[in-house]
């Protein structure tokens, strides 16, 4: 996993409450972004970073906000957590058109 | 707006024979696509892509793709199959053209037998 860490790794929380990912890279890649994995569906974009404090929705950004204060951290708020955001989050890196590398992914379960 | 289609769900094959992973895709221009792959309880790690150039596109673990523009298709390929390879792969694909995110097909499930 190419230089990014998530954190947590894990996490239970209950319907309501706020919670915060956090997505770390150390390749100083330009691009940023946060996924959703769920059976059936695949991968979902739902924010990404075009660079420091620039960045855009994604497919399913309902829900969610984003922020990147430094070009190394991408962080997902979910501002009250709902049972429909269980889920594995992903993030990704990318320079450019260039692919994309993922983190290990965060799996969160809303309670 | 672009889009991926996976036609199987899961793909079964004997090891040692070969593999096809199939996916189709839209999008507006010309392509750039992508394979990745996934191991249970890790992140997806990239396989290939085709950019431009030679339709034939090799990479990672002995995987190759084709790429045929009148079929719109990017179908995964090994010519024989591991045990190890069995895993969930995705396609992807943006547009070569100006900046765009990728759309991500819903996974196909490979499963080697031994």
């Known amino acids: 996993d190419a230089g990014i860490t998530q954190s947590p790794r894990h996490k239970v929380t209950e319907t309501g409450t706020p919670v915060t990912l956090r997505c770390h890279q150390t390749e100083n890649h330009r691009y940023m972004y946060w996924y959703r994995q769920d059976p059936g569906h695949g991968l979902r974009l739902i924010h990404y970073?075009?660079?420091?404090?620039?960045?855009d929705k994604g497919e399913v950004s309902d829900g969610y906000s984003v922020s990147r204060s430094k070009t190394e951290d991408f962080l997902l708020t979910l501002e009250s957590a709902t049972s429909s955001q269980t889920s594995v989050y992903f993030c990704?890196?990318?320079?450019?058109?260039?692919?994309?590398?993922f983190g290990p992914g965060t799996r969160l379960t809303v309670t | 707006a672009q889009s991926v289609a996976q036609p199987e769900d899961q793909v079964n094959v004997a090891e040692g024979n070969p593999l096809t992973v199939k996916c189709t895709y839209s999008v507006s221009g010309n392509p750039y696509l992508f394979w990745y792959v996934q191991y249970p309880n890790r992140g997806l790690q990239f396989l290939l892509k085709?950019?431009?150039?030679?339709?034939l596109v090799k990479g990672s673990y002995g995987f190759e793709a084709e790429f045929n523009k009148s079929q719109t298709s990017f179908h995964l390929k090994k010519p024989s199959a591991l045990v190890s390879d069995s895993a969930l792969y995705f396609c992807?694909?943006?547009?070569?053209?100006?900046?765009?995110?990728?759309?991500f097909g819903k996974g196909t499930m490979l499963l080697v037998s031994p």
């Open positions: 085709y950019i431009t150039g030679d339709n």
């Open positions: 970073s075009y660079g420091v404090k620039d960045t």
């Open positions: 990704a890196i990318s320079e450019d058109r260039a692919e994309q590398y």
């Open positions: 992807a694909v943006r547009p070569n053209s100006g900046y765009s995110t990728l759309t």
